[in-house]
């Protein structure tokens, strides 16, 4: 639920602010980068949580030997 609620924060400040840039220069200028109740904290850890997912995605596919693995996962990692 956590999670949920910063999405919506994020979707809520982005009728404010336009886009995420806007939101970090705001968060940099008012020096509120590093409060847990910021909008950038909360950006972070709705990227950190699309990462997670993103990456175990990746690990049960490999472990369900995915035979296109090698393709799906290099063209993530633009190697």
């Known amino acids: 639920m956590e999670y949920v609620s910063k999405v919506q924060q994020l979707e809520d400040a982005s009728e404010d602010y336009g886009t995420l840039n806007n939101v970090l220069d705001y968060a940099v200028e ?27 995605d990746i690990l049960m596919q490999y472990q369900a030997g995915v035979s296109d693995f090698d393709d799906e996962v290099f063209s993530i990692i633009d190697v």
């Open 30 to 56: 008012m020096d509120t980068t590093k409060l847990v109740e910021s909008l950038s904290h909360n950006l972070l850890k709705v990227r950190q949580g699309l990462d997670f997912i993103r990456n175990h």
